[in-house]
């Protein structure tokens, strides 16, 4: 066998025997790319019937939302690792999905006769492959991509990477000579408690190091395996990623989560001296310049064909807005202090961002999105809330009104949006039920592959049991009233308890408890997406 054959082989029995859980990936999902290609300019292809190609898939994971919410698209996963894919195919099956398909084989061995696609997703692959078969990745995504297709390549990125590296060669060092990836795990954990408590003051990077062995630690065994622990973990700097793209005739569109690279989300200090060092800089180097600025370690890069490119912007168009479809997730927080000024709102992100305004116009925006969730609704509808809150200012003034207030929730990872309205209703049912497959997913009691939501959002599976009795009978045939019954029938008799650990079999308003619990349980589920 050839080199990058055996690297191949030892990639592949890596994760047959430590497999990874196949979860999706929210910033990969086609939506997200067709959206954020859009506010550069770029017109990706439809979703309906879009024919998508995963390299990398693991067990399908990533591509299950997508199949789930798409019928009569068409899907293609491949992976190396033989296990992961026969695992994926039974979770498949077991849906009842046939609009995708899992294949165990090499990208190296996909050929332009095997098909266009107008996405195609490589999320946690390009870093980990030989350099050669990096070059087979790219020479796919120009062979395969259709005429305006979007691929979206995740890679790690220097100078982020560089502390991450140095722990990352002590533990391929401190786990020489393992023969199994239990016993390699083994020596890891060891080697970081060392990096963790025994590394010197006169470190210079002493205090990243540590930080980065704690974090470490944390992380289950197949995160650490096959981040740190692979043959080959190979970061780069974004402009050597976009030269390699620019070999193969294809152009850098933008990063999957374009606030990620706006200057001014990393305070103004950064922006004010990003502006002064990279002025005069072709795009390319002048984000090249913040990577080095906060220290980026990842990327999630949008490529469209060379000659789509000449259209495209370099920074996102708020205007193409006012095509999209929105939600944000937001919580309403409690007020910064007591003397906090009358009218005044807080609203608090899941990613701890917050935000504080007293703007009526935005109020209303905000609210009316936080509380569609998971629903989305049409900038149309925002003209008709901001407006009243707006006046005497014209068409033109209101919608640049509207841009700002939501590029603000894009900028603190709130926003989401989309072209087209997501598959969900702002309301609970009269007769819920779960989205697609979930319910057979859950069911398989497999753990190769992740539960998710239509926003192609990951979620942990619910353990209360109350939750998992009502979702046992979201079927859409069960009105409110039946499932608050059964939850009163399953109470009296003592097969649940309430939330509190006492039993209420006895209490005399157990029909008010059960309807307070059911209203609980499906609010929850509401928030998770998981309602259909």
Same mark, same amino acid.
């Given at each position: 066998? /050839?080199?990058?054959?055996?690297?191949?082989q030892a990639i592949s029995n890596a994760y047959d025997e430590t497999p990874y859980v196949s979860n999706a990936i929210s910033h990969s999902a086609p939506g997200q790319l067709r959206a954020v290609a859009h506010l550069f300019?770029?017109a990706a292809p439809p979703l309906n019937q879009a024919r998508v190609l995963e390299i990398g898939c693991a067990?399908?994971?990533?591509?299950?939302?997508?199949?789930?919410?798409? !019928?009569?698209?068409?899907?293609?996963?491949?992976?190396?690792?033989?296990?992961? +894919?026969?695992?994926?195919?039974? +979770?498949?099956?077991?849906?009842?999905?046939?609009?995708?398909?899992?294949?165990?084989?090499?990208?190296?061995?996909?050929?332009?006769?095997?098909?266009?696609?107008?996405?195609?997703?490589?999320?946690?692959?390009?870093?980990?492959?030989?350099?050669?078969?990096?070059?087979?990745?790219?020479?796919?995504?120009?062979?395969?991509?259709?005429?305006?297709?979007?691929?979206?390549?995740?890679?790690?990125?220097?100078?982020?990477?560089?502390?991450?590296?140095?722990?990352?060669?002590?533990?391929?060092?401190?786990?020489?000579?393992?023969?199994?990836?239990?016993?390699?795990? /083994?020596?890891?954990?060891?080697?970081?408690?060392?990096?963790?408590?025994? /590394?010197?003051?006169?470190?210079?990077?002493?205090?990243?190091?540590?930080?980065?062995? =704690?974090?470490?630690?944390?992380?289950?065994? *197949?995160?650490?395996?096959?981040?740190?622990?692979?043959?080959?973990?190979?970061?780069?700097?974004?402009?050597?990623?976009?030269? =390699?793209?620019?070999?193969?005739?294809?152009?850098?569109?933008?990063?999957?989560?374009?606030?990620?690279?706006?200057?001014?989300?990393?305070?103004?200090?950064?922006?004010? *001296?990003?502006?002064?060092?990279?002025?005069?800089?072709?795009?390319?180097?002048?984000? @090249?310049?913040?990577?080095?600025?906060?220290?980026?370690?990842?990327?999630?890069?949008?490529?469209? *064909?060379?000659? @789509?490119?000449?259209?495209?912007?370099?920074?996102?168009?708020?205007?193409?807005?006012?095509?999209?479809?929105?939600?944000?997730?937001?919580?309403?927080? !409690?007020?910064?202090?007591?003397?906090?000024?009358?009218?005044?709102?807080?609203?608090?992100?899941?990613?701890?961002?917050?935000?504080?305004?007293?703007?009526?116009?935005?109020?209303?925006? +905000?609210?009316?999105?936080?509380?569609?969730?998971?629903?989305?609704?049409?900038?149309?509808?925002?003209?008709?809330?901001?407006?009243?809150?707006?006046?005497?200012?014209?068409?033109?003034?209101?919608?640049?009104?509207?841009?700002?207030?939501?590029?603000?929730?894009?900028?603190?990872?709130?926003?989401?949006?989309?072209?087209?309205?997501?598959?969900?209703?702002?309301?609970?049912?009269?007769?819920?039920?779960?989205?697609?497959?979930?319910?057979?997913?859950?069911?398989?009691?497999?753990?190769?592959?992740?539960?998710?939501?239509?926003?192609? @959002? /990951?979620?942990?599976?619910?353990? %209360?049991?109350?939750?998992?009795?009502?979702? %046992?009978?979201?079927?859409?045939?069960?009105?409110?009233?039946?499932?608050?019954?059964?939850?009163?029938?399953?109470?009296?008799?003592?097969?649940?308890?309430?939330?509190?650990?006492?039993? +209420?079999?006895?209490?005399?308003?157990?029909?008010?408890?059960?309807?307070?619990?059911?209203?609980?349980?499906?609010?929850?589920?509401?928030?998770?997406?998981?309602?259909?």
């Open positions: 066998m /050839t080199e990058p054959d055996l690297l191949n300019g770029h067990a399908g994971g990533n591509l299950l939302p997508f199949a789930a919410a798409h !019928p009569d698209a068409k899907i293609v996963g491949v992976d190396l690792s033989s296990a992961q +894919v026969s695992e994926g195919r039974q +979770v498949i099956e077991r849906l009842g999905l046939r609009n995708i398909e899992l294949l165990a084989m090499s990208l190296t061995d996909i050929t332009p006769d095997f098909g266009q696609f107008d996405y195609i997703i490589t999320h946690g692959v390009y870093s980990w492959i030989p350099a050669e078969v990096r070059e087979g990745l790219m020479r796919v995504c120009r062979e395969n991509l259709a005429p305006a297709g979007v691929a979206y390549i995740s890679y790690n990125t220097y100078p982020g990477w560089k502390v991450s590296e140095v722990v990352r060669d002590a533990l391929v060092l401190g786990t020489f000579g393992a023969s199994t990836s239990a016993e390699k795990l /083994t020596k890891a954990r060891e080697i970081l408690s060392m990096l963790e408590h025994g /590394t010197a003051e006169s470190n210079a990077q002493a205090i990243a190091i540590r930080h980065l062995a =704690q974090h470490l630690r944390s992380q289950p065994n *197949h995160y650490l395996q096959h981040e740190y622990l692979e043959a080959v973990n190979s970061p780069c700097y974004f402009l050597e990623f976009v030269a =390699q793209a620019q070999q193969h005739r294809l152009a850098y569109l933008a990063d999957a989560m374009p606030e990620t690279s706006i200057s001014t989300n990393y305070g103004n200090h950064v922006a004010a *001296h990003h502006q002064q060092v990279s002025q005069g800089f072709d795009r390319a180097v002048r984000e @090249q310049f913040l990577d080095i600025a906060i220290g980026r370690q990842f990327r999630r890069s949008l490529l469209v *064909h060379a000659d @789509q490119a000449a259209n495209a912007l370099e920074q996102p168009e708020a205007s193409g807005f006012a095509d999209m479809h929105f939600t944000a997730l937001l919580d309403l927080a !409690p007020p910064d202090a007591a003397d906090s000024p009358p009218g005044e709102h807080r609203y608090q992100g899941r990613t701890g961002k917050t935000l504080t305004t007293s703007d009526p116009g935005l109020i209303a925006l +905000v609210d009316r999105l936080r509380l569609a969730w998971p629903a989305t609704v049409p900038f149309s509808e925002l003209r008709s809330l901001v407006r009243p809150h707006a006046t005497g200012l014209s068409e033109e003034e209101l919608d640049t009104t509207i841009y700002v207030h939501l590029v603000t929730l894009l900028n603190m990872g709130a926003l989401q949006y989309r072209l087209e309205p997501a598959p969900y209703q702002d309301r609970i049912s009269a007769k819920p039920r779960l989205i697609p497959g979930l319910a057979s997913l859950l069911a398989t009691q497999q753990t190769q592959v992740g539960a998710y939501n239509l926003w192609h @959002q /990951t979620l942990n599976p619910p353990t %209360d049991e109350i939750i998992k009795f009502v979702m %046992d009978r979201l079927d859409g045939k069960q009105t409110l009233v039946a499932l608050r019954n059964q939850l009163r029938t399953a109470l009296a008799a003592n097969k649940l308890r309430h939330p509190s650990g006492q039993s +209420v079999k006895n209490a005399t308003n157990l029909d008010a408890i059960a309807q307070d619990l059911l209203k609980q349980v499906l609010a929850n589920l509401q928030k998770m997406a998981v309602l259909h």
